[in-house]
């Protein structure tokens, strides 16, 4: 127990020299015991003074924004605090006991960050990990550490300080997305560009030479023939666009409930036809949308018929809105006065029954031309992530074959400014 306390008051050490101004501000503010008081009056004053630097630090530590646990040098768990055991899915008392590499998802990684922190003078500072929570699921997680010492300034345990990296790995990776898309639609948009222009050449001689021939004439047919792929190659070339240089939005406020009923009136006859039950889930004071409203229309077209086609047999077509916060990676590059970093997003999530998604071709559905329907175009779902990214928002796709299909679509609910 005696082992227990030494370490929390080296961490009250720790924590007092990274917030000394705070500790200056709130707690030594309280009076002096007034010189020649008999000495029941200081003993007394002194314990009050004690506790309440004890409750101050306790306080301090268990409504930490990030999790908190320490250790003694043979990686048994001495403490943990309220924000990492339900970062983790555990009771604290769970916690208590265990050894470090229990909550490392990796034996390497494990092994890894086990000879860093218990080398002295050694510390790791924000390093992505895996870490394994209660159930057997993952988290990562930017892991910080700090080494405990005690009165005689020995090595005597280390402290874990993390914070969960989830949101921001997939708000990385939906940039990437469309880094990568924007990257090659300007590439693709100066190619097809110049394949227009020999194809209306083409066109323009086709239709000379088809002026000149009987229509019975084979050669006629032959010429009608070339006009007509010439026709398809264009309306290929004009749906290329749509992905590789969208127009710009419109920006202007509008209600996303509105917008979705107006797509669902516009396609409830083909759900009908399906045999699709379409239900709404529409959260209370959704915030109005910052967006084209024609673009995310259009974008809901798209994703709708995906599902009906996903369910050729029948189902139930579910679409759920709500807000949420979002956490600003750095707000030094954003024009915005945020309150605690955050912008408020509105949320769509469209999910089916039907048919999914397998995994081998979840991480190709973004790349145009790809497409699994015989007789697609594979431009879809770009053209979708591009519209939705040039509004300001993100979208994301979650499935599995035979287990149907959610995508979920960021929306900012905020003004923002097109690049």
């Known amino acids: 127990m005696g082992s227990k306390i030494s370490k929390q008051k080296q961490m009250f050490s720790m924590l007092n020299h990274k ?10 503010k ?11 009056f200081t003993t007394n004053y002194s314990s009050h003074l004690l506790n309440k630097v004890y409750n101050f630090y306790k306080s301090l530590i268990q409504n930490l924004n990030s999790g908190l646990i320490t250790s003694d040098l043979g990686g ?20 208590l006991g265990k050894n470090l590499r229990e909550i490392f998802a990796q034996d390497q990684e494990s092994q890894k960050c086990h000879r860093a922190v218990f080398l002295p003078h050694k510390r790791i500072n924000d390093k992505e990990v895996n870490f394994l929570l209660k159930g057997g699921s993952n988290m990562v997680v930017g892991l910080s550490t700090s080494q405990i010492h005690d009165e005689n300034n020995n ?5 874990l300080l993390f914070r969960d990296l989830t949101e921001i790995r997939h708000l990385k990776v939906q940039i990437e997305r469309m880094e990568r898309l924007a990257l090659l639609g300007e590439l693709s948009a100066g190619i097809a560009h110049e394949i227009r222009n020999p194809l209306a050449g083409i066109r323009a001689a086709a239709q000379l030479l088809q002026e000149n021939n009987n229509k019975d004439d084979f050669q006629h047919q032959i010429i009608e023939r070339i006009i007509r792929e010439v026709d398809k190659a264009n309306k290929l070339l004009k749906e290329f666009f749509k992905f590789a240089k969208p127009s710009k939005p419109n920006l202007k406020f509008h209600d996303l409930e509105l917008i979705i009923d107006g797509v669902y009136l516009l396609l409830s006859p083909q759900l009908r036809k399906r045999n699709i039950e379409f239900v709404t889930n529409f959260g209370e004071e959704i915030s109005q949308v910052f967006v084209d409203d024609t673009q995310i229309e259009q974008v809901l077209i798209n994703l709708f018929l995906n599902s009906i086609d996903a369910m050729p047999e029948g189902g139930r077509l579910t679409v759920t809105t709500y807000k949420r916060n979002i956490n600003i990676l750095d707000p030094k590059i954003t024009n915005y006065e945020l309150d605690n970093n955050q912008l408020c997003y509105s949320f769509i999530e469209i999910a089916d029954t039907g048919s999914g998604i397998p995994s081998q071709n979840l991480d190709k559905i973004f790349n145009p031309f790809f497409t699994t329907k015989p007789n697609g175009l594979g431009l879809g779902l770009p053209i979708c992530s591009r519209l939705v990214g040039e509004n300001g928002g993100n979208l994301d796709v979650d499935s599995k074959a035979g287990s149907g299909t959610k995508i979920t679509l960021a929306l900012p609910a905020f003004v923002h400014h097109l690049k």
Do not use: C
């Open 155 to 159: 090595f005597d345990g280390i402290i």
């Open 19 to 28: 917030f000394s101004g705070l500790w200056d501000e709130n707690i030594i």
């Open 76 to 95: 048994e768990i001495t403490f943990v605090n309220t924000t990492a055991a339900t970062m983790l899915n555990y009771e604290r008392e769970e916690l």
């Open 30 to 40: 309280e009076s002096k015991p007034i010189e020649n008081q008999d000495e029941n």
